[in-house]
């Protein structure tokens, strides 16, 4: 057991033969543990893999890690515990092993295999799989993408209906896959912030974060509390200008046009509030392991709070003004329900979880950096549907106002940064953020001379696609908008 | 029906007068297109090459000064804080975008004028330009940043330019992302649906020339390697006034 940005060598981390690893995991996760990743730590010569099982206790806030000898075939933890479902799928496709057992084997990113000692076979062409099909009459299929009809990322969805009503949704996503995970082994290096900024870039500050915090504890050292201050100011502006767009975004799904309107540009003025503090609308160049790159003075102090004054009388306006529009519940409510026991199993995290009512919320499990001293509501709501996802966000968006305008004014003096020593050696560091969408899980492990030998990198939406598609279930298709907009997950970061 | 009414009121008329006005204001600590001062420079230090994420920096011919390639920048200003005499600067100039890759290279004795003009482009689209946007592996901020010229205050609708759903329906593609070996083949097809005359607008540093990714086996190093290229906008990612600027220049409406 660790904390949160907390390291341990690798040596330390229990090992037992995997069928006690299968028993623990599943016990574990039947008993309230979230399965926040499951990484595969190969030997210098890719030879032999072990499997890393990170399991985050929130009732204790800490952190279980368990250790076991991965083989070519093993027997799969699926059908005990939905969480693993595309974990082991990853595992399958990344190595050239298989989980034997597993209820719906196909691959997740269609990436080159890493391959082992005993040889990966080759990668299908990207879509390229086995998908559900139904059969009888009225029964259709409809495919989309990978080029979907708006300016968004690609990813292949392919619904079976009877009518209009959906009967499942399958998604094959992988077209964004960019070799990141690969491309950190070695490092850091002078790319690999740039790496982590770029993971998804609509949360370059969650991941850029987590990285931060994971190399932070590798090196022994913890940022200067004015650093702390300003790195969460960012995290809930990202947070406030995601949310407001995907308000915004519902709306236009459902053809309101004033709050889709509104909230556009709304969004916009939240984003220039990051491009003040940093010069970039996304937060780039301001986190940087061991500290933050830019200051703030009394000056911007004062211009932050006077735009945080605006956004706040705008959004309040525009955003009630939909909530209290019954034609537009009338589309929200009941609308691409997850029920909490279908969100608990299948591992939902962050805004999605919580719309479900589940109290999932690392800044309030594990709190790390200024969480663990000043906190935020956990907001939830019982109804599972996209009126629950909505109401979420706009308490979050709230929450995280009178938040930032705390910060502003209670700002510590000090440096921003440190100097950043050497990493430790043969040790594993565990990071979790709340990104806007969720639990973040960023999981590093250095060789003997302190480099990174393996990184893997769990953003939100890896738990949250598959709900999606349970969403969709028994819906009309012409729903199917306002549900994926509702989750809003992340192509790029579940490809890497 | 009245609360509707009073919520537009109050949310104001917020459309740009950019072009014909001033443009919106850019933040304080903007990183812009970067000028370098050749005057002092001891190419063999190499601080700023050494920094670099990109390798964006290059030894000048005649090896007295380094070359910049915006293209493959990413707006770090790691060189700016490496250089011991200061001097690259990132200035708060927003117009970046060039219609050949060349024009994206600063620095080394040559003075590149950004002209995004292109014949086809502000023959036939000038009044209306109808884009298919392809994200071949972008991060979602260029995409992001893209959409936001859509909305009122932006209102890239003024001009008549709109991006558009299917790719029959275009005059042009704009491309983000480095673009993966996954997405190769739905960008050529895409790109074929597209009826001729066309234009392809590369949008981001990963669409110029890679970006972050450059060299990874997982992509091609930008949307030159598939489709060829009448205007880059450099960034990481482009300001939408910079991404509004290249358009209009290219359609010679500033």
């Known amino acids: 057991m660790i904390g949160n940005n907390e390291t341990i060598s690798l040596e330390a981390i229990p090992a037992v033969p995997f069928e006690r690893f299968r028993q623990a995991v599943i016990a574990a996760v039947a008993y309230g543990a979230r399965l926040s990743a499951m990484p595969v730590r190969p030997s210098a010569d890719n030879g032999e893999l072990t499997i890393i099982a990170v399991l985050s206790f929130p009732e204790n806030s800490e952190i279980g890690l368990l250790t076991g000898a991965l083989f070519d075939r093993w027997p799969s933890l699926t059908p005990d515990c939905a969480a693993a479902h595309w974990f082991e799928r990853e595992i399958a496709e990344q190595w050239g092993i298989t989980p034997e057992g597993h209820p719906w084997l196909k691959p997740i990113r269609f990436e080159p295999p890493r391959g082992h000692a005993a040889g990966c076979p080759e990668t299908a062409p990207v879509g390229v799989t086995d998908f559900f099909s ?11 993408g990978p080029v979907h009809a708006g300016v968004i990322e690609p990813g292949h969805f392919r619904f079976l209906c009877h009518g209009e009503t959906v009967y499942h949704l399958e998604i094959s996503l992988g077209y964004q896959h960019r070799g990141i995970e690969r491309a950190m082994i070695g490092g850091p290096g002078p790319r690999t912030v740039h790496y982590m900024e770029t993971l998804a870039g609509d949360t370059t500050i969650g991941h850029v974060m987590a990285y931060s915090h994971a190399v932070e504890a590798l090196a022994g050292i913890q940022v200067p509390p004015r650093a ?5 100011i960012a995290a809930e502006l990202e947070r406030m200008a995601n949310h407001i767009g995907d308000l915004g975004a519902m709306a236009g799904d459902v053809g309101f046009l004033p709050t889709m309107n509104y909230c556009g540009r709304i969004r916009g003025d939240v984003l220039n509030m990051t491009a003040a503090l940093c010069g970039n609308r996304f937060g780039r160049g301001l986190i940087r392991p061991a500290g933050v790159e830019w200051d703030l003075d009394s000056e911007l102090i004062d211009d932050l709070s006077a735009r945080l004054e605006a956004v706040q009388k705008d959004v309040i306006a525009a955003v009630t003004l939909m909530l209290d529009t019954p034609s537009v519940m009338a589309r929200f409510e009941s609308t691409g329900v997850v029920s909490v026991d279908t969100a608990r199993r299948i591992g939902l995290v962050g805004v999605a979880a919580r719309a479900c009512g589940l109290a999932r919320d690392v800044r309030f499990e594990f709190p790390y950096g200024l969480y663990r001293l000043a906190h935020l509501p956990v907001n939830t709501w019982h109804s599972g549907d996209c009126f629950g996802r909505a109401q979420v966000r706009w308490l979050e968006v709230q929450a995280s106002i009178d938040f930032i305008r705390q910060r502003l004014q209670e700002l510590p003096k000090g440096p921003l940064s440190r100097d950043l020593p050497a990493l430790k050696s043969d040790a594993l560091a565990v990071s979790l953020v709340e990104g806007w969408r969720g639990e973040i899980c960023h999981v590093a492990g250095t060789d003997k001379e302190g480099r990174f030998a393996f990184y893997k990198v769990v953003d939100p939406s890896f738990h949250n696609w598959f709900g999606l598609a349970l969403a969709l279930r028994r819906q009309q298709i012409s729903d199917f908008p306002l549900c994926n907009k509702s989750f809003n997950l992340s192509y790029c970061g579940h490809d890497l | 029906m009245l609360r509707t009414l009073k919520t537009r009121f109050q949310q104001k008329y917020r459309t740009m007068t950019y072009p014909g006005g001033p443009a919106p204001e850019l933040p304080a600590r903007f990183a812009g297109r970067p000028v370098l001062r050749d005057d002092a420079c001891n190419a063999d230090c190499g601080a700023c090459m050494t920094v670099c994420p990109t390798n964006a920096i290059a030894l000048a011919r005649e090896r007295s000064s380094v070359t910049l390639d915006t293209g493959r920048c990413l707006f770090c200003r790691a060189c700016e804080k490496a250089c011991p005499q200061g001097l690259i600067r990132f200035t708060r100039d927003y117009s970046s975008a060039s219609p050949t890759r060349e024009g994206l290279v600063i620095g080394g004795g040559v003075d590149h004028t950004i002209q995004a003009r292109n014949e086809p482009a ?30 009122p205050a932006w209102d890239m609708g003024r001009f008549g330019i709109q991006f558009v759903a299917s790719p029959r329906h275009a005059d042009g593609l704009l491309i983000t992302g480095p673009v993966t070996v996954n997405m190769r083949l739905a960008l050529e097809k895409t790109y074929a649906a597209v009826p001729d005359p066309k234009i392809v607008i590369a949008v981001g540093a990963c669409a110029v020339s890679g970006g972050p990714f450059i060299g990874h086996a997982e992509q091609h190093n930008g949307a030159v390697s598939v489709v060829p290229v009448d205007l880059f906008i450099p960034g990481c990612p482009p300001h939408p006034l910079s991404i509004l600027d290249g358009i209009l220049k290219l359609l010679e409406r500033i």
């Open chain 1, 134 to 144: 139904m059969e009888g009459e009225e029964s259709h299929e409809v495919a989309v």
């Open chain 1, 228 to 232: 702390e201050v300003i790195r969460v």
């Open chain 2, 122 to 151: 502000a023959k036939f689209f000038v009044r209306s330009l109808k884009l298919r946007q392809v994200s071949a592996g972008g991060c979602n901020a260029c995409e992001a940043d893209c959409n936001v010229l859509g909305t």
